[in-house]
DNA sequence: ACCTGAACACCGTTCAAGT
DNA sequence: ACCTGAACACCGTTCAAGT
């Protein structure tokens, strides 16, 4: 059998791809993943689709992701930073009742803004035996952490342990208001709208915690 | 071509199952896939599993189901009809401040027993297109209206519609304290227990919404 | 070394065929 | 009429083979 094979150095011929590093391929991943989650919906985040937008085949996403369940955490992650910036922005040195109620009202906008992408992070649940990484609940930290430092500063009365809790009723309360009525369980036609709902529980909680 | 098919009726050789009705089946498939969901989580549920525990072939399901999503509809209806039942329970003719800590904290013992059937509710999300059937939502609002009445004879300041609202603002609370505590977003370690925090939240809600 | 793409196991769903 | 089970389309994942 003779074949045209004479060539010294095949890749010549041929480039091997390499015109993006491991982490450029990377981040063409977690950027297009996140466009057909916020268009199309988590439900509808798949590898083929990932690899054909990006121009590379299935298996050129396992070079740079474990699974698909490393790549959700990672997309996911981005979202928690993204949060977590927004929220920031609300921190300045007025009271801290007042800023706690735009921290609560700029979460509900941003999960109503970024549904999809909002959604997916309480959607998708690891497998029985896989544990949270170590870098993705310090993102999860740091948003609580927000809310933590502005109820330390808003009641003289209670230590520090008892605040920490406060803020995370709180918070866990805003979240419970902004999922139930986004995903349409909480029907609030009728009752107000949305972000009154979540003022209200800040309000009423803050009013009852500062009181004796 | 030649073949021993001489005995007048095949179907007495081997018997047609009919052994049990369609309302039979439709029954013994939600008992174990509630079974499955318990033991093996939400996303351990397969038509093939159900089909070979129930013993039958997974065309049968169809018979009796849609398809999977109907199935799952349904499996989180009895689900909701159970909570129902467990809160009801704690409506007797008290304050009704206590009625809704009680309230509260039967929702997150069955939340915490029932963890996988509890989760399935929120983390199975119906396709962009469908619609939460008529049915599913009465299940929903019968919950929410237990915890509606209480508020309603919890204060003569307020009318109804501000009740109503107050009662699902506080629901999502409790709701989103139970589910970023479970599912182990919120990491209560060391901020007392979870129950101590639903019982927070409650008591500050309420004292700060019968204030002036 | 980087990347491909066929192959595999496993899903939900359908439907012609059997009794 | 009830029920089967092969077939289909579509997943995530792997890995021998190509350059």
Known sequence: MYTVLNHSKAYYTMARRSEHSQEEIKQMVLNVAETIVD????SELKVRK?????GYTVGSIYMVFENMADLIMHVKGQTLDDIALQ?????????AEQIIQDIATTYLSYANENINRWRMIFEHQLAENELVPDWYQRKVDTVFALVEIQFQQLSSKHDEQQSKQAARALWGGVHGVCILSLTGKLDLVGVGNIEETVVLLVENFIKG???D
Chains 1, 2 share one sequence.
């Open 39 to 42: 268009e199309e919906g988590f």
């Open 50 to 54: 990932i690899a054909m937008e990006i």
């Open 87 to 95: 929220l920031q922005q609300q921190v300045n040195d007025g009271n």
């Open 209 to 211: 915690w500062k009181a």
